[in-house]
């Protein structure tokens, strides 16, 4: 039987790094580096306010430039990453993406957690967590 995908398993389905983020420890293990938070909920609204925090604090507006940072070449193969996000939201990896409405943060967050995870165990919580209107947590980088 196949070992549930560490995204997965830590309730970080978008592999953020641990830095101290409101709720979260970091994994237990040898290579520890990413966040682990208590529910899934908690997790996506991380996922969440990360893609928030790129598109409104930092300008980065495109799928090629969020994944970019998201997941950057030296450990990722960021391009067919980006291609894959992009194909997802039916847009081209340049293409401005607007202002982060539920409608496109749900679209990023369940492209990111399929390519993150192989999988997307979520279903319709990804949305609802997309619409929520919490505020950013206080930081939080990305793998």
Same mark, same amino acid.
């Given at each position: 039987m196949a070992q549930t995908p560490r995204g997965i398993r830590n309730n970080n389905p978008g592999n953020l790094n641990f830095v101290h983020?409101?709720?979260?420890?970091?994994?237990?293990?040898?290579?520890a580096r990413f966040a682990r938070f208590p529910t899934a909920e908690a997790g996506l609204a991380a996922l969440r306010d990360q893609l928030r925090r790129y598109i409104l604090r930092d300008g980065i507006d495109t799928v090629a430039g969020i994944i970019g940072k998201w997941a950057p070449p030296n450990e990722n193969n960021t391009a067919a990453y980006i291609r894959g996000v992009a194909?997802?939201?039916g847009v081209e990896p340049d293409t401005r993406l607007g202002p982060p409405s539920p409608r496109l943060?749900?679209?990023?967050m369940n492209a990111i957690i399929r390519f993150e995870n192989?999988?997307?165990?979520? !279903?319709p919580l990804v949305a609802?967590?997309? #619409? !929520?209107?919490?505020?950013?947590?206080?930081? #939080?980088?990305a793998s």
């Open positions: 983020q409101p709720g979260a420890v970091l994994e237990p293990g040898p290579n194909h997802a939201l943060l749900t679209g990023l192989g999988q997307n165990p979520y !279903g609802r967590v997309a #619409g !929520g209107t919490s505020s950013p947590t206080r930081q #939080g980088a």
